[in-house]
């Protein structure tokens, strides 16, 4: 199993960036998939996550409104669209996918929301 996470960097208060994940090693549209992110110091949280035909969806609190995850099985990547990105959305984000009570991690993408 492979998740391989892209798309993170720098980027003003207001600023947009969108996430990739792609993944492989196992049948990608038959899972939901999430995102988490965790920040210096803080525990690793979930943001998004995405039922496995892309017909549900979930996010935290903290992001509702402003980060939307979509995912396209015929490429087997999972997307997550962030707008509006606030200072305190600078974390390590990754990509999950669980199977039964195993969670599988990809390596991150560093998001850094600075003025």
């Known amino acids: 199993v492979q998740l391989v996470e892209s798309g993170g960097g720098l980027v003003q208060p207001g600023g947009s960036l969108r996430l990739s994940c792609a993944a492989s090693g196992f049948t990608f549209s038959s899972y939901f998939m999430s995102w988490y992110r965790q920040a210096p110091g803080k525990e690793r949280e979930l943001v998004a996550g995405?039922?496995?035909?892309?017909?549900?969806?979930n996010y935290a609190d903290s992001v509702k409104g402003r980060f939307t995850i979509s995912r396209d099985n015929a490429k087997n990547t999972v997307y997550l669209q962030m707008n509006s990105l606030k200072p305190e959305d600078t974390a390590v984000y990754y990509c999950?996918?669980?199977?039964?009570?195993?969670?599988?991690w990809g390596q991150g993408t560093q998001v850094t929301v600075s003025s």
């Open positions: 995405i039922g496995s035909v892309g017909d549900s969806t």
């Open positions: 999950n996918w669980k199977r039964y009570s195993y969670n599988y």
